[in-house]
């Protein structure tokens, strides 16, 4: 289990982490949301130990993250972090090696996952002629080589195509399913909805919202309908009780209801003013509720 336990971190006088706590569980796939400059990267540093927190500490199974723990985590920077004169798969092999995996377990590993995540490269290509996405995909590889204990990654996701998104997403499952946790950031929150079992969301440096993505949505309090009419007058939506509207389209309106909103009651008013062609809930995305969580 990783634990952020009350990190707190500033800046020649700027506070950037107020007390962050969270936990990831083995298994888990976590996806920290956040917008820019909330701390996300900072907290993911502190756990590598690229920084030190001012108060706070990162535990892995209850110890605080040491050497020894830290060559047993996976993690893909922000800033990348590879050299751009060296092949991508010597690099690779040279990674895992450093982690103590052995040269021949390292080179077939690494050719695995160049399979794996279609890596489009030439033989003796230099990781700078890489297209970004492909070496993006390097910098994952580098991350997982060596088979880690738990894996920390920030914005794995940025810039990539959706057939290489789709291969990451593939890897990092497995990995969770594996017993690994696994915790990344992500601005893609459509992305994060589909794959992550949990999600945190950060704002000015401490956690406001944790949960599965149907316990937040159910935080939230606000439901969404939609309704379809035929035969209604214009703008007819605009008459219903108390709602607001989110789309209107020709077709399909939606709603937002509050929670003191008698459902009943809008079901009535729509059916008064047209005929009902469809009447249904709609769930509301994680993008939505991230803003409801980031700007009340
Ligand atoms: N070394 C540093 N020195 C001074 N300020 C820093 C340093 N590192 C981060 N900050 C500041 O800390 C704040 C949080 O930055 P951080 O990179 O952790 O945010 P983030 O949530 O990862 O943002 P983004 O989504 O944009 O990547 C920002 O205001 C940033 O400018």
Redesign the pocket.
């Known amino acids: 289990m990783l634990e952020f336990d009350g990190l707190t971190?500033g800046?020649?006088g700027?506070q950037?982490?107020r007390g962050l706590s969270f936990t990831v569980k083995p298994g888990e796939l976590f996806g920290f949301c956040?917008?820019?400059?909330?701390?996300?990267?900072?907290?993911?540093?502190i756990a590598l130990g690229v920084?030190s927190p001012d108060a706070g500490r990162v535990l892995w199974n209850d110890m605080e993250i040491d050497a020894g723990i830290r060559r047993r985590i996976g993690y893909m920077p922000?800033e990348r972090g590879l050299y751009g004169k060296m092949r991508p798969r010597d690099q690779l092999i040279y990674f895992a090696q450093l982690s103590g995996v052995r040269t021949n377990v390292a080179r077939r590993r690494a050719d695995e996952w160049i399979e794996r995540l279609g890596v489009d490269m030439g033989a003796k290509d230099p990781l700078e002629r890489l297209s970004l996405g492909n070496q993006q995909r390097i910098q994952l590889i580098a991350a997982l080589i060596h088979d880690p204990d738990v894996l920390i990654l920030?914005?794995p996701f940025s810039g990539l195509d959706p057939v290489a998104t789709d291969a990451m997403a593939d890897a990092l499952t497995e990995f969770s399913r594996r017993g690994t946790p696994v915790i990344f950031?992500s601005?893609q929150l459509d992305l994060v909805e589909r794959l992550c079992d949990r999600v945190g969301i950060?704002r000015d440096?401490a956690l406001v919202a944790e949960g599965t993505v149907a316990e937040l949505r159910r935080s939230t309090g606000h439901r969404q309908l939609q309704i379809a009419l035929t035969g209604a007058p214009e703008n007819w939506a605009h008459t219903l009780p108390g709602v607001r509207i989110v789309t209107e389209r020709e077709d399909m309106v939606t709603l937002e209801v509050g929670p003191e909103t008698d459902v009943r009651e809008v079901l009535a008013a729509a059916q008064s003013l047209g005929d009902l062609e469809y009447f249904g809930r709609r769930e509301s995305t994680l993008a939505e509720v991230f803003r409801d969580t980031v700007t009340t």
Do not use: P, Q
């Open positions: 971190k800046f020649s700027k950037v982490l956040g917008a820019n400059g909330s701390g996300k990267t900072t907290a993911m540093r920084l922000e920030d914005e950031s601005h950060i440096g």
